[in-house]
């Protein structure tokens, strides 16, 4: 048992190692993958070119290793050209169905990755065109077997980064509850702050940009009561004060079937504020949502998230065009959040103003929004009409 221990002990680090190898269909789209992996976690551990000699070594175990079937297609058997190793301090795991088995597999967002990486590889190609263009670990046992088949020298040092990695991450305050979501930069957690209650939000390593953004956000907007406060900065943490979020209270009025109501006009113009505020100082809102304002009944409406903060073109003195509202120009350089796809105002804005983009850009009289806001309200019933009869289907098809 002892000796049982001290193995599972040495090999920690692996947890949230995993092992890519890209055949030579892929290495077109090594860029596209490393991307991926930035955007969804990942930090690279190792990333080289296979000599043959390392590609004779993992010929000889690699038929043995089962591989997660996602859109697997022609080519899937040739030898892999290129080798990643790749580290995850916030592993996502769960079983999952490959083929007919049932197989754990140690992180899901490697699947992710994959799929996105192949669904992009194959979207212009035929189905029998189709091909596997990397292959993944599914379990740290795995990892480390080809690790030592094809880079035995350098497994000291991807151990110290790994460890070095994991230590980073670790909250610096006792958790009293974890509120994270996707965790793809950072993890959100209720902790004790010094005997009080407060968020901490610890950032993955080489995602110090993003809490740079938050910190700087704090600076610009100073003068702005909805700016949630910081309480400590940290290396690789931000600690925040916390706000008890009632926004269900003031959402109204709500339309029959929706899942929430509307913004109360107030909020609206206040938002208006900020976004005029941040790009007046030549700075963009980019991923502004809904989902980052809380109401606290004593301390009012509060933003919580800037972390894609980022300077726009210029210093602009309207919100046409703004980063929160619109689509981010292709133009545009820095970072986007996984959802940058989505309409930026009538998917994310308008189930939760009611107004059309063009009546939030000016100030207006409120009677004359409310008034729209009540004509508004039969879409948003009828959207969320639709919703819920696609869901009694369901339900009734279940059972």
Avoid at 107 to 134: C, F, G, M, P, Y
Wanted: glycine share 6%; net charge positive; hydrophobic share 35%.
């Amino acid at each position: 048992m002892t000796n049982k221990h001290h193995d599972i002990e040495q090999q920690e680090w692996l947890s949230g190692v995993a092992v890519l190898l890209i055949k030579e269909r892929g290495l077109e789209y090594l860029d596209v993958l490393r991307s991926l992996l930035d955007r969804y976690g990942f930090n690279i551990l190792c990333d080289l070119p296979l000599q043959e000699v390392q590609q004779q070594a993992l010929s000889r175990c690699i038929d043995g290793v089962q591989q997660p079937s996602i859109n697997n297609g022609a080519g899937s058997s040739s030898l892999p050209v290129h080798f990643l190793v790749v580290h995850d301090v916030y592993p996502v795991r769960e079983i999952t169905s490959a083929s007919d088995t049932t197989e754990r597999v140690d992180n899901i967002r490697l699947l992710t990755v994959k799929k996105k990486l192949t669904d992009k590889a194959n979207q212009e190609r035929s189905k029998q065109e189709h091909s596997n263009l990397v292959d993944l670990t599914c379990n740290a046992g795995q990892a480390l077997q080809y690790l030592k088949n094809v880079v035995p020298h350098q497994i000291d040092i991807i151990r110290q980064t790994a460890q070095s990695y994991n230590a980073a991450f670790r909250t610096p305050y006792p958790v009293l509850a974890d509120l994270s979501k996707q965790v793809c930069r950072a993890k959100v957690e209720l902790v004790d702050f010094n005997g009080t209650e407060a968020i901490c939000k610890t950032f993955r390593p080489g995602r110090e940009r993003y809490l740079e953004r938050e910190v700087r956000a704090r600076e610009l907007g100073a003068s702005l009561p909805e700016v949630s406060r910081l309480l400590e900065v940290g290396s690789h943490y931000l600690v925040f004060e916390r706000y008890a979020n009632r926004m269900d209270r003031i959402l109204s009025p709500r339309a029959p079937f929706s899942l929430h109501g509307l913004l109360p006009i107030w909020t609206i113009e206040r938002v208006r504020a900020v976004i005029l505020h941040y790009r007046r100082l030549g700075y963009e809102c980019i991923d502004l949502n809904p989902q980052d304002l809380i109401y606290d009944p004593c301390q009012g409406l509060k933003i919580i998230d800037f972390e894609f903060l980022q300077p726009g073109p210029n210093e602009i003195e309207t919100l046409k065009g703004n980063y929160a509202w619109y689509a981010v120009p292709s133009r545009f350089t820095g970072d986007l959040p996984l959802s940058a796809q989505q309409s930026s105002y009538g998917e994310r804005w308008f189930p939760y103003t009611g107004l059309p983009r063009s009546l939030c850009l000016n100030e207006l009289p409120r009677p004359v929004l409310a008034m729209v806001r009540s004509v508004a309200l039969v879409p948003l019933a009828l959207g969320g009409l639709r919703r819920v009869s696609w869901q009694h289907i369901q339900r009734f098809v279940r059972h």
